[in-house]
């Protein structure tokens, strides 16, 4: 609440307004749903592989070249170029359903929010576990359990309250 102290009143009530609408939109849904949370535990999982093909790509790649960059560059390389492979698979799954530039608007009309909360769960895990951006067999089930948890209720709500999904 001290945020909105150092606000001009107009600004601070308009934020406070939004995050009062968003929390009684959190709240009014239905969070027992089963059949809900299969579709964006799905949802989630596809995101996740595509996710993970340019994250321990990139991470793979610093670490077997020997490159010395710094772990913060690393992992926002990684973020990147985890999001885009994302992208891409998603575009290849969804051409098997529609047309190719549907599937890439598809694709790109995706959840930024979902993806970048679930690369940054990811690198944190990594570095939180390894000190750096290193990858080790023990690491690994970490970060993907961390990757898969964190989007996930955001996943729902959206594919709930919005009938929104990007599969």
Same mark, same amino acid.
């Given at each position: 609440?001290?945020?909105?102290? /150092?606000?001009?009143?107009?600004?601070?009530?308009?934020?406070?307004?939004?995050?009062?609408?968003?929390?009684?939109?959190?709240?009014?849904?239905?969070?027992?749903?089963?059949?809900?949370?299969?579709?964006?535990?799905?949802?989630?999982?596809?995101?996740?592989?595509?996710?993970?093909?340019?994250?321990?790509?990139?991470?793979?790649?610093?670490?077997?070249?020997?490159?010395?960059?710094? *772990?913060?560059?690393?992992?926002?390389?990684?973020?990147?170029?985890?999001?885009?492979?994302?992208?891409?698979?998603?575009? #290849?799954?969804?051409?098997?359903?529609?047309?190719?530039?549907?599937?890439?608007?598809?694709?790109?009309?995706?959840?930024? *929010?979902?993806? *970048?909360?679930?690369?940054?769960?990811?690198?944190?895990?990594? *570095?939180?576990?390894?000190?750096?951006?290193?990858?080790?067999?023990?690491?690994?089930? #970490?970060?993907?359990?961390?990757?898969?948890?964190?989007?996930?209720?955001?996943? /729902?709500?959206?594919?709930?309250?919005?009938?929104?999904?990007?599969?």
């Amino acid at each position: 609440m001290h945020f909105f102290l /150092y606000l001009p009143p107009r600004v601070g009530f308009k934020y406070l307004f939004m995050l009062n609408i968003l929390f009684q939109d959190v709240t009014k849904i239905d969070w027992f749903c089963k059949h809900t949370w299969l579709q964006s535990s799905k949802n989630t999982l596809w995101c996740l592989v595509g996710c993970c093909i340019g994250d321990f790509g990139t991470i793979a790649y610093f670490q077997f070249m020997g490159i010395e960059w710094p *772990v913060i560059l690393i992992m926002i390389l990684a973020i990147i170029n985890g999001i885009l492979t994302s992208i891409a698979l998603e575009t #290849f799954v969804l051409s098997k359903q529609m047309s190719i530039q549907l599937a890439f608007k598809t694709a790109i009309g995706m959840s930024l *929010v979902s993806m *970048v909360s679930m690369e940054l769960a990811m690198n944190l895990t990594d *570095v939180a576990l390894t000190g750096g951006a290193i990858l080790t067999w023990w690491v690994i089930p #970490f970060m993907l359990i961390a990757g898969f948890a964190t989007p996930l209720p955001y996943n /729902y709500w959206r594919l709930k309250e919005l009938g929104k999904a990007c599969h």
